[in-house]
């Protein structure tokens, strides 16, 4: 560890042994210090983005870094073997650099606060909280542009500072960004936020220790640790097979014209410890696609997957970070090199999860579920409106929850813990536009014994001239279904100009001048169906036909046929007869064709030209 | 002579209070409730109380009334069938929800939704349009939208109507006609408008509470109107039911009919409002509650003798913009079970009850699982070697039986193991506790802590250990306390809108003017129920925040101070409650999110009833000598009857108080007293060096 922490009380803290109880009440007490670190952030902030969607996540972590409670595992320890500077009491650091915190947020607007917390003069824990920003300056309002071929086209980069050294605010640090980003206002109050929840943990693990004793407070971080990796070597063992399993999923392009770019992932298990393996998966894309995948973030990914079978009341953390090893490629689309670009990072760690449940569904496809909503689609939208003042909306999509197990998928649902939409009448009111539509697409979701659930159709009348941007991915590839389930719609952006003509829009594009009267319909995809379609029960298909979630075309994929508001059962018996005789075998996957396929059918389907084969170049050259 | 009855109906029993008016001599009763119909329950326990008083049911004035009806429609999904009708363009904003997954990275896996309260085929679309300045963009059309309804009307299966609309809360106007148009074709079933309910910003909160409205509406006026007849029968014509709202005020039986919605959390309101009526009357006016029954425990933070109110409620998994008091419930009752996942050895404590059936082991009931009451009976807290009166038959062996599962399964002892599970059920009441003060920027230390419920006196003295909250206060009748509020609160009711503008942009003279509009809105349901204007009283709210925020604070004000200092007067009183709560405040962007009237009628307050030494010494309180567990150690204690305590009698710990429906533990360095209203105070001794 190159970074110092200066600690003005040398007593060594000893390692206890601490009374079981007293561990379960520190593991609710901690968990409570999390969630009320979320509560004061979203009381505090001001972007949409955060306030209302829920953008944001936090973490405690113990001396060492790891982390005690949190989202999405620690970055703290890449972030000190990263930071060369010392350390004191009242210091609260800043960053959005991923090359300079090994990716600990993977793309510039995700402004990180840690917070050493101190008690005594002696380091007690860290917290931390990451924020997405509103805007972090660059090419594009919204700092994401899907053209930028580095890193510097994406805004300001903030290495690891301190924004406070000793308990003071280096102001002039602070206005230097905030001179540099179109939202000064939003970022100040958002980074207030961030560090009044980060404060908020502090003094909750100082009240802890001086309950319990600084000693028991140490000593416990330390066993609920343990605790995940004792459970975790029996998940491990359970779904892991020592045979390796391989799963292949795709980017569908990159917004400038090629694609699809594949990431593919072999998992197998030597002894206790799990492998993954990013071997195979594509180089690094010419544009902003990218995502540098955090290996210790994947091993959050896994784990939280799995451990809920278990014990779903437990503080999931760190602890068995060392039962799994990650490998990512150098210079691939997962790793790429500086300063290649990263900020449209969203659809690659969307698609990470597709991975993992292809993976681990390969050994128990009844525990699996389909292709989800592997994404956070984004608008953008900004200008100046009729007062000339400057406006700049940032949406994030929600789209249909894969057919599971459990049951169908949910209709136009996130898959990201805690977001939420931002209600129409508030965006309304704050900004002009109007949303003519707000439903999710009929038939979007894959037919299944589960259906998928389906994407979501919002039509966004705009009010002003300004400038839109979309960020939306499987518009191509669909999202799979499993286990004898259709894959789901897929996505499509279709633009009415205000004189009736009409352009379906790129998946990814920025810059498109909008104006006044102009409709947007942004439609996001749908889940992929879980299970044979022909054993679902007629009367559910009949209910979501009732429903309009369903139409009578599209019962037709369950072999349902309706009349007069009932099911024809005699001709329902007759056409899945029909239909399971003709078909060919059912598959583990069904991903609507193969590549060469899939682009064969594009233009007439999408009426979009598909990307042409990624070529790629030695990175950094 | 004049009475007033307190009626409470909770899940397992249902409790009367009747007061003399004059005197304030009380009367309480205890029945069993009768879920099917409640009011069988409320009626049976009428003529208990009657006999044993003596009291004839004709000089019984005014009934008020908390009632868990409108809650437990909604928990058992046994409310109406709801159409709804939306703006065109919206018909699956309940559908969609939000977006909201629950849980964390992963919880889609196995999140299971509960069918909507208005399924989507009862809902149509009205093809019409209000802008985000309330002006309209599309007039509705009524041909399309009669020709919708008939078509719903002719599904046949419609016991209530919603109307919610897009940006309704700034002009109601299309609600209001599509309403009229509703009428002609909907002719004998209720229907309720979001303009009405609920004017608040926010599509899927105002549809979901409009609905929710509706949902328990056709149950809630059955009920109340079969009360009100049966109570006239009984009582007279001039017998006047009220029914406690959630917000800890009363409604008139017809206002609170039409707007259920408001009574969601009509019971906790009730156990809260009992609390600040003893605490208060002891001196005692910034309490923490704490009620902890059979499978949750509801606290609150009570500041000048006054509950704070929250602007949401929430029951199950349903969230409503309906005003409340803020009562916070943790899944952590009598009944909660204990158990230890085998691969993290972990303790848990709930959320899973054994409610009333099976139940604790220790009740016999054919209940096996470990419960946070077993752990109490294996330490000793809960007696089970002495018939005390009136409780419940306790088999010992049954609960250690239960017990020492969990104790295997940890590997540690029997008495570590019960101590562990009331530590971790404390420990998350702590947590709710907690979040009623420390994270609202309040101290516990500056508190007292009440504690009541049918455990809720078992479990005090520790939880004012952990909280610092002292004394605790246990008040008379800890069981029947619910029945205590719903009989000391005044009738109330309110209007508001939202407003959405920023401080330094409002016009006072029409702030004014708006606020007079509320005030006659508010005033209304009272008038009609024939409290004449001089005895209505009006204070003013309203919401602020920081443009952009999420949060916002309620501030309130008297007319009179706003004509002194005009605006300035909110953002001061929020500057200064956002620095306590965030440590920060900025110097503009004050926004005012709502304006609200609170209208509540005067009323003649309940003499105070002082208690008087009751000529017996410590020793003749004593029923029996007994021993608990304690940190570690077993303790030789005593049992006491409440009922021969008075003032001038100080309990030392280790001693356990007894009294009909509840068990008071008073721990080794403590002790109690009973002031003159009746409540037990526990402090610590002095010099004692206990903890736990």
Redesign the interface.
Known sequence: MLSKLIETNKAPFNKVDVDPVNVDIIENALSNAREEMDAVLFRTAMSPGIREQGDCFPIIANRDGKMVVGQFGSFIKGFLDAYTGQIEEGDIILTNDPYLCNAAVSHLPDWIVLVPIFKDGRHLAWSAMFGHMSDNGGMVPGSIPIKAETVFQEGIQIPPTKLYKKGVLQHEILELILRNVRTPQWNRFDLNALIASCRTAAKRCVELAERFGDDVFNSTMDIILERNLIAMTHIIKMIVPESPRVFEDYICDDGMGMGPYKLKCTMWREGDKAFFDFDGTDPQAQSSINFYLNEELFKMFFGSFTINMIDPQIVFNDGFYELVEVRVPEGSILKPKYPAALSGRTHALGRVFDILGGLLGQGAPEAMNAAGFSDSPHLFYSGYDDNNEWFQLFQIGFGGIPGRPVGDGLDGHSLWPGFTNVPNEFIEAYFPLRINTYETIADSGGAGLHRGGNGLCVAYEFLNNGKIAIHDDRWLTYPWGVNGGKPGLRSSKLLIRKDGSQEYLAAKCDDIVVKKGDVLYFNTWGGGGWGDPLKRNPELVLTDVNRELVTIAGALEYGVVIANNAVDSDKTAALRHKISTERPEIQLFERGGTIEEIKARCLQETHLEPPKTPVFHAAGA | MSYRLGVDVGGTFTDLLLINEKTGETHSAKVPSTPQDPSIGVLNGIDRLSAVSGVALHNIHRVMHGTTIATNAVLTGKGAKVGLVTTK?????L???????P???????????KPLLA???LTIEADE?I??DGSV?RELNEHSFRIALKALHAKGTVEALTICF??S?LNSNHEQQARQIAKQIFTDIPISISSEVVPE?????RTETTVINSYVRPEVANYIDNLQAALVDRMGESVLLSILRSDGGLASGSSAAEKPVNLLLSGPAGGVTGAIFFASRGGHNNVLTFDMGGTSTDVALIQNAKARIRRETQVGDVTVRSPSVDVRTVGAGGGSIAFV????????VGPDSAGAVPGPAAYMKGGTAPTVCDANVVLGYLPSDVQLGGAMKIDKQAAVNAVQTIADA?G?SLM?AA??IV??AN??ML?AL?VVSV?QGFDPRDFALVGFGGAGPLHANAMGILTNAWPVIIPPGPGVLCAYGDATTRVQDEASRTY?TLVKDINEDKLLADLSTLHIKASESLLNDGIAPAELLVTFQVDLR??????QLTIEFALEELQQKGVSLFIQAFDKEHTQ????A?DDGHEVVMLRAVVHAKTEPIPELIMKHKGVDLKSAKICDTEFFFAGQTHQAVIYDRGLLGPGITVPGPAIVNEMDSTTVILPGYEASTDSVGNLLINSIKGSNYHA
């Not at chain 2, 964390?104 to 299971?112: A, E, H, T, Y």
């Not at chain 2, 709560?581 to 920060?584: D, E």
């Open positions: 363009g919206y018909k699956q904003v559908q969609v929800a939000r977006s909201f997954c849980g964390g990275l992963g919880g889609w896996v196995s999140f299971v939704k399924p989507l085929e349009r802008a985000a963009v897009i940006n809360y910003m926010q599509e899927y909160e996942p085998e691969l993290t050895k972990a303790l848990r940890m540690i570590a101590e562990g530590k971790i420990e998350a947590g907690r994270e959405v920081y443009i952009g925020q999420a949060f709560l965030f440590t920060f900025l």
